[in-house]
């Protein structure tokens, strides 16, 4: 990770740390970078539910259209919506400002390649160095400058491209609820599924500018598994902020995760001999159960490192069709360049009407090994410091000693967040709680 760039573009609290100075600055250097070759520049600029949203979107596109490159602004759509978009636009790049489930006040800014990928390091590394005067962008002059132009067909082309993923699909009389969080989600979402005949029931679709992902959409599902089971729902489906990853829960009002859904959508996809050499991507934190399924369904898994850049990375190096992280991202490449929270969404509800089953009984393909994560807060200029603590690493060696080859410890620190997350698995729920706590006290004494 560079300077401003960490694991999913460049974040920070709006107005304080990703101020619309360096919105500006990475929009010039960001065109100039994408747009070199283009002769006629156009890239494409969307926004999710946050106040900020608006703020960051206009300091952005000055900066892009200061070096000659014209902005369409494609207002409030998912993240995954960029992606496709600049593909079938045939735009220069795409950017998302969005901070995905982060907290209201916290923004982003993510950019896509012409072909809806998110830049490599690489690139990533280029724009920064232009930020920090090391190339200097063009600098147009009157018919030169750029323009900044609405993208009205922007949902309406993105819900076309959805509904084509699923061809034939009719879910007249399942009853379906969704949570979009107060997101980007929350218009097209509900669309999507009342199109295909669902009954279905919105939840934080509501979007103020303020209220996105609080207390609600796949990090906050108590309100949703309660609905579910309060009204006789046969699933609940939780977007995140941005709308890039989506969980679940069942008729019983029971979460089901990101692994779960793997599980499910990979075995249907191997029965039906579309599953790319039988494989499936998953990361370093998916459970211990996604390797016993897969070895107990003929099903090869590889794991990469978290973040769903990196699940693509391994898909893209293999040549495989699905990939996806414990959270909820999950990539079709053959629909997409990036996580779908509504594409992964279609694609399990498509699982349960073709085969006539439940949720509660489909995900049964798969037993969960006991799993603890523990957030621990630490500074950002810190959290990468803990393995090269000798009392960090003395409290994780004896604990990876007494699991004895029946579980493990993964510590990451998180690319988004100022956190470092302490996950075990193990056979014990009891034992491997209490080990956790412990050493994220551990962490969190040593770091603060």
């Not at 703020?55 to 960029?82: D, E």
């Not at 920090?132 to 018919?143: H, R, S």
């Not at 699933?235 to 995760?257: E, K, T, Y």
């Not at 996950?423 to 006290?441: F, K, N, P, T, Y």
Request: charged share 20%.
């Amino acid at each position: 990770m560079g300077k401003y760039f960490g694991t999913d573009g460049v974040r920070g609290v709006a107005n304080s740390e990703l101020t619309p100075e360096l919105a500006m600055k990475l929009g010039k250097a960001g065109a100039y970078v994408l747009t070199k070759t283009s002769s006629t520049p156009k890239i494409l600029v969307a926004v999710d539910s946050r106040r900020s949203g608006d703020m960051l979107a206009a300091a952005l596109s000055a900066g892009l259209c200061s070096v000659g490159t014209n902005v369409c602004l494609a207002g409030i759509v998912p993240t995954p919506a960029v992606a496709y978009l600049v593909r079938h636009y045939g735009f220069d790049a795409g950017v998302m400002i969005s901070a995905s489930h982060n907290p209201m006040a916290d923004n982003g800014i993510k950019f896509f390649n012409h072909l809806g990928f998110k830049l490599p390091d690489a690139l990533e590394n280029e724009i920064e160095s232009c930020m920090e005067n090391q190339a200097k962008p063009p600098c147009p002059i009157g018919q030169d400058v750029g323009i900044t132009l609405p993208c009205p067909t922007a949902e309406k082309d993105y819900l076309t491209y959805l509904l084509s993923t699923v061809e034939g699909l009719n879910l007249k009389g399942m009853k379906i609820a969704l949570d979009c969080a107060n997101g980007a989600t929350s218009y097209i979402a509900p669309k999507v599924f009342s199109a295909l005949g669902a009954d279905v029931h919105n939840l934080s679709n509501t979007p103020n500018g303020i209220n996105i992902n609080e207390n609600c959409g796949s990090t906050h599902m108590e309100a949703l598994a309660q609905y579910v089971k309060d009204n006789a729902l046969e699933i609940g489906i939780a977007f995140d902020g941005d709308g890039d990853r989506m969980l679940a829960v069942d008729g019983n009002g029971i979460s089901v995760q990101g692994d779960e859904i793997l599980a499910i959508i990979g075995t249907d996809l191997k029965e039906r001999g579309l599953l790319t050499k039988n494989t499936i991507v998953a990361t370093t934190m998916s459970n211990q159960g996604l390797e016993v399924m897969c070895k107990q369904h003929g099903i090869i898994l590889h794991r990469a490192d978290v973040g769903d850049r990196y699940v693509l990375e391994k898909m893209l190096d293999n040549d495989l069709s699905l990939g996806g992280e414990q959270s909820g991202h999950v990539i079709f490449r053959d629909y997409s360049t990036t996580g779908d929270g509504i594409l992964t969404a279609l694609k399990l509800v498509e699982v349960i009407s073709n085969k006539g089953k439940p949720l509660e009984e489909l995900k049964t393909v798969m037993e969960n090994f006991p799993q603890v994560l523990v957030n621990v807060i630490i500074s950002n200029d810190k959290k990468r410091q803990w393995c090269d603590n000798p009392i960090i690493m003395s409290h994780y060696n004896e604990l990876q000693g007494r699991l004895a080859g029946e579980g493990r410890i993964l510590v990451r620190p998180s690319g988004t967040e100022p956190l470092v997350r302490v996950m075990i698995e193990g056979r014990d729920d009891g034992e491997i709680q209490v080990m956790a706590d412990s050493l994220a006290a551990t962490i969190r004494d040593t770091l603060v």
